[in-house]
């Protein structure tokens, strides 16, 4: 019972301090960038660049921890790499320097959330449990960071980003260390073995294939709206300040949804949930449309609070009952990649472009349309669960 407890502490404070890392730097670079007087375009493509080569990695960083049988190995060695990326970023300068250093943290950090999520559901069924309530220490790390953290990085700009990032960085370093490791016994390894298929068979799961085109669809918007949070609080007179608390409220309204999403399973199957927060998560890019003033940014959280970690919660329990079990790591970031990295690409590209020759509200209409797409998918999934009466049981998710 006290290796337990230890285990859900530990991975609560995993979660802690990674979004701490991302409310002290992922949140702010554009805002960096921009002072160094990078044009939208061009901060567009770098970002862009960077995410192809965070989305290809996780595939090997998801199949080399299934290689391995474990995962913390593979988790300190990101988090090494990412903090030697961002310490090298400012000692170089102009755009085409500054692409090689991004790149190289890209390789490195997008896989890290996956990796926690996943390496906390298959560890056991007490972490398992507790999953969501765990994640949601994440948003309150989060929450708090970026409501304050917008004025010192006014202040200090990237000195404050750097040191954050480091200190935050070396917490999440020491607690993976200490954590027990996702290691499968030698006769479930000899089992899976004799059956082990090739990540590639993922390819010819249909169910598999639909789920990652909608999970990609909908996070279209929300991958606009964390990345260019900048722009779009400057549209309606905003600031780094704005936009931290806009961040903050944003996460903070997580936290409810996490902690109640045991339950909440109980009376609605999994797939009807990712139609749920799709709806939530399209209601949000299309708000914006309408918002005149920094206060309609606050606003636009409440839609983010719900849906977020509904989707989120959602597909990291889902996952595990579609894919085979030697590939659940690799199913995982490969979801990580379609939730994050794609859509990542596809807003950051063609939003930054967009936002340079015809203005911030054309990137809203396009988006908010091609998240509207993503209920197809999600749809299909929920007939076919009622078809084959194969929905995933609610008790094994009660937190």
Same mark, same amino acid.
């Given at each position: 019972m006290k290796k337990q407890s230890t285990n859900i502490i530990f991975f609560g404070l995993m979660q802690?301090?990674?979004?701490?890392?991302?409310? /002290?730097?992922?949140?702010?670079l554009v805002f960096y960038l921009e002072s160094l007087g990078i044009p939208s375009s061009h901060i567009g493509l770098l970002l862009t660049v960077g995410m192809i080569a965070g989305v290809t990695s996780q595939y090997f960083w998801g199949?080399?921890?299934?290689?391995?049988?474990?995962?913390?190995?593979?988790?300190? *060695?990101?988090?090494?790499?990412?903090? =030697?990326?961002?310490?090298?970023?400012?000692?170089?300068?102009?755009?085409?320097?500054?692409?090689?250093?991004?790149?190289?943290?890209? *390789?490195?950090?997008?896989?890290?959330p996956s990796l926690i999520d996943t390496w906390t559901i298959q560890l056991n069924k007490s972490t398992r449990k507790n999953y969501s309530k765990l994640r949601s220490l994440g948003s309150l790390t989060f929450a708090v960071m970026s409501s304050f953290f917008g004025l010192l990085v006014e202040k200090y700009f990237f000195n404050a980003m750097s040191i954050a990032f480091t200190l935050f960085s070396i917490l999440l370093f020491t607690t993976v260390i200490l954590s027990e490791d996702l290691v499968k016994e030698k006769r479930i390894i000899i089992k899976e073995t004799k059956y082990k298929e090739s990540p590639l068979s993922l390819l010819k799961n249909i169910?598999?294939?639909?789920?990652?085109?909608?999970?990609?669809?909908?996070?279209?918007?929300?991958?606009?709206?964390?990345?260019?949070?900048?722009?779009? =609080?400057?549209?309606?007179?905003?600031?780094?300040?704005?936009?931290g608390i806009t961040f903050g409220l944003a996460a903070i309204l997580e936290i409810p949804i996490f902690i109640m999403f045991g339950r909440i399973t109980k009376k609605v199957s999994v797939e009807k949930l990712l139609v749920i927060g799709s709806v939530f998560l399209v209601a949000r890019i299309f708000q914006l449309i309408f918002i005149k003033t920094p206060y309609g940014l606050y606003t636009n959280a409440l839609f983010h609070g719900i849906g977020f970690p509904i989707i989120i919660s959602s597909f990291r329990h889902y996952v595990p009952s579609?894919?085979?079990?030697?590939?659940?790591?690799?199913?995982?970031?490969?979801?990580? =990649?379609?939730?994050?990295?794609?859509?990542?690409?596809?807003?950051? !590209?063609?939003?930054?472009?967009?936002?340079?020759? !015809?203005?911030?509200?054309?990137?809203?209409?396009?988006?908010?349309? *091609? =998240?509207?797409?993503?209920?197809?998918?999600?749809?299909?999934?929920? *007939?076919? /669960?009622l078809k084959n009466k194969n929905k995933i049981p609610a008790s094994q998710f009660n937190g």
């Open positions: 802690g301090f990674y979004w701490g890392t991302c409310a /002290s730097f992922n949140v702010f199949y080399l921890c299934d290689y391995l049988n474990g995962i913390k190995k593979v988790m300190a *060695l990101c988090i090494i790499g990412a903090v =030697a990326a961002v310490w090298t970023l400012p000692t170089v300068q102009g755009i085409k320097a500054i692409f090689p250093v991004y790149i190289a943290f890209m *390789l490195f950090q997008p896989v890290i169910k598999f294939i639909v789920f990652l085109f909608g999970i990609m669809l909908i996070f279209i918007p929300n991958s606009f709206i964390s990345s260019y949070m900048f722009y779009i =609080a400057r549209s309606v007179n905003g600031s780094a300040r704005e936009m579609i894919v085979p079990k030697h590939l659940i790591v690799t199913g995982q970031a490969i979801t990580g =990649a379609f939730a994050g990295g794609i859509p990542y690409i596809m807003a950051t !590209y063609f939003g930054g472009n967009i936002i340079q020759r !015809y203005g911030i509200t054309h990137c809203y209409m396009l988006f908010s349309l *091609l =998240a509207s797409i993503a209920f197809i998918p999600f749809v299909y999934l929920n *007939l076919t /669960s």
